[in-house]
């Protein structure tokens, strides 16, 4: 069984009964900052300040921020490069997509993903069993091109991320009412942590989550 820890905007940690990830750990952007974490891996999807905090986590721990196959015990981690898009005039620059092979299940944190990803990269993921994808637009791609991702990927279970919350720092970015607007049957779990088991992904049903962040 894996469980699935969201610390808000695209900070997880992905852990079973004996090892931990975590991937994307911020600075102080309005989110309440986690103390005396500790992980097997910490993944950094690319170099903007919420997204790379690696001090937040008490080492040691395997740090995993270029492009690249790792593997850890039964763990494999690619990270793969994408873009991170524009906003306005201004090139964002790259980020990684990370594709973690865990417990048999395939998951792929699309950090800041800023444009749908093209046949090359789509071929490079491969399946994708749960998907965390951003949704906010602006820094990212929106509701709608994460739509897009969705439907070339066919996950089971996703995660959307990096959208505006009242307590975020980060406010030009959307809320997460576009992307619901989009998929009404999106759930909204009272809890800061989702468990996903292989009889889940094994029944077919497709499932949308949101939680809350502590």
């Known amino acids: 069984m894996l469980k699935f820890k969201w610390f808000g905007h695209s900070m997880w940690e992905i852990s079973t009964a004996s090892v931990s990830i975590i991937v994307d750990p911020f600075t102080d952007i309005g989110y309440p900052m986690p103390k005396n974490l500790v992980a097997n891996i910490v993944i950094s999807s690319h170099e903007h300040y919420d997204h790379n905090n690696f001090k937040l986590i008490t080492p040691p721990f395997q740090k995993i921020?270029?492009?690249?196959?790792?593997?850890?015990?039964?763990?494999?981690?690619?990270?793969?490069?994408?873009?991170?898009?524009?906003?306005?005039?201004?090139?964002?620059?790259?980020?990684?997509l990370c594709l973690i092979h865990i417990d048999g299940v395939s998951i792929l944190h699309c950090g800041d993903l800023g444009v749908v990803p093209n046949d090359s990269i789509l071929s490079e993921i491969g399946v994708v069993d749960v998907l965390l994808v951003?949704?906010?637009g602006k820094y990212t791609i929106d509701a709608g091109m994460a739509k897009e991702v969705i439907e070339?990927?066919?996950?089971?279970?996703?995660?959307?991320?990096?959208?505006?919350?009242?307590?975020s720092k980060i406010d030009i970015i959307d809320t997460i009412?576009?992307?619901?607007?989009?998929?009404?049957?999106?759930?909204?779990?009272?809890?800061?942590?989702?468990?996903v088991d292989n009889k889940m992904l094994e029944s077919g049903e497709v499932r949308i989550i949101t939680m809350n962040y502590e």
């Open 134 to 136: 951003p949704v906010g």
């Open 177 to 195: 009412e576009p992307f619901k607007a989009l998929f009404p049957s999106m759930e909204k779990i009272e809890s800061d942590f989702f468990c």
């Open 152 to 167: 070339l990927l066919s996950p089971k279970i996703i995660f959307p991320m990096h959208y505006k919350l009242k307590c």
């Open 65 to 96: 921020s270029q492009i690249g196959a790792y593997q850890l015990k039964d763990i494999k981690v690619k990270l793969i490069e994408a873009s991170h898009g524009r906003l306005e005039s201004k090139n964002l620059g790259d980020t990684y």
